[in-house]
Nanobody, 123 residues
Framework: VQLQASGGGSVRAGGSLRLSCAAS????????MGWFRHILGKEREFVAA????????RYSDSVKGRFTISRDNAKNTVYLQMNSLKPEDTAVYYC?????????????????WGQGTQVTVSS
């Protein structure tokens, strides 16, 4: 399974970006897909996740109400719509997929990772 993330860039505070993550490879039947971010000097942190079948979502407190995760099963793609961006959202964003059921927050529960896409928010 290969995950290709795209859509990062530089925006001013209050702006929006939409990240995409397309999966390809073997027969793809994920259980969860998630977005994480890595801020320099910190550990990779959970941002949002969605179950592939039912579409249930979960968000970190820091992005709840501003970010929206969605998926297109036909395209094997997950999206992260990021609105009202803040400078503290600046990070490298990674998508990941879990092929088995489990908690969505822990990094260890994900089997494949995309290459990361940089998001920079200036004040």
């Amino acid at each position: 399974v290969q995950l290709q993330a795209s859509g990062g860039g530089s925006v001013r505070a209050g702006g929006s970006l939409r990240l995409s993550c397309a999966a390809s490879g073997r027969t793809y039947s994920p259980y969860n897909m998630g977005w994480f971010r890595h801020i320099l000097g910190k550990e990779r942190e959970f941002v949002a996740a969605i179950t592939w079948s039912g579409g249930s979502t979960r968000y970190s407190d820091s992005v709840k109400g501003r970010f929206t995760i969605s998926r297109d099963n036909a395209k094997n793609t997950v999206y992260l719509q990021m609105n009202s961006l803040k400078p503290e959202d600046t990070a490298v964003y990674y998508c990941a997929t879990a092929l088995r059921p489990g908690a969505v927050v822990p990094v260890r529960n994900y089997d494949y990772w995309g290459q990361g896409t940089q998001v920079t928010v200036s004040s």
